[in-house]
């Protein structure tokens, strides 16, 4: 099992940017791949990306690609997700989840999931 908690979220204007941060207890944090998921009032939980157990290999969803960067450091039991050229519609709280799957996109397919962090993008 593991437990995640979410910071780096805040208020930020359009064009600018944010790093929220993930950081897992237990030891085995290098056995799941890691995605970062957002949630807009309203709205379903969608994906935004995810990393392989090393960190060798990502994938993003098309609204962020190009922006935004997921990373990960196994020393540390943290994932990040750099987020520039932030837009009003990138509005939500995002959470990290853990998966002991293989390339998850779809909420259902994580195990663990951390309690959110609000990213507000506005003038």
């Known amino acids: 099992q593991v437990q995640l908690v979410e910071s780096g979220g805040g208020l930020v204007q359009p064009g600018g940017s944010l790093r929220l941060s993930c950081a897992a207890s237990?030891?085995?944090?290098?056995?799941?791949?890691m995605g970062w998921f957002r949630q807009a009032p309203g709205k379903e939980r969608e994906f935004v990306a995810r990393?392989?157990?090393?960190?060798?290999?990502?994938y993003y969803a098309d609204s962020v690609k190009g922006r935004f960067t997921i990373s990960r450091d196994n020393a540390k039991n943290t994932v990040y997700l750099q987020m520039n050229s932030l837009k009003p519609e990138d509005t939500a709280v995002y959470y990290c989840?853990?998966?002991?799957?293989?390339?998850?996109?779809?909420?259902?397919?994580?195990?663990?999931w951390g309690q959110g962090t609000q990213v507000t993008v506005s003038p």
């Open positions: 990393i392989s157990r090393s960190g060798g290999n990502t």
């Open positions: 989840a853990a998966n002991q799957g293989w390339s998850g996109i779809y909420y259902y397919e994580y195990d663990y």
């Open positions: 237990g030891r085995t944090f290098s056995s799941y791949e």
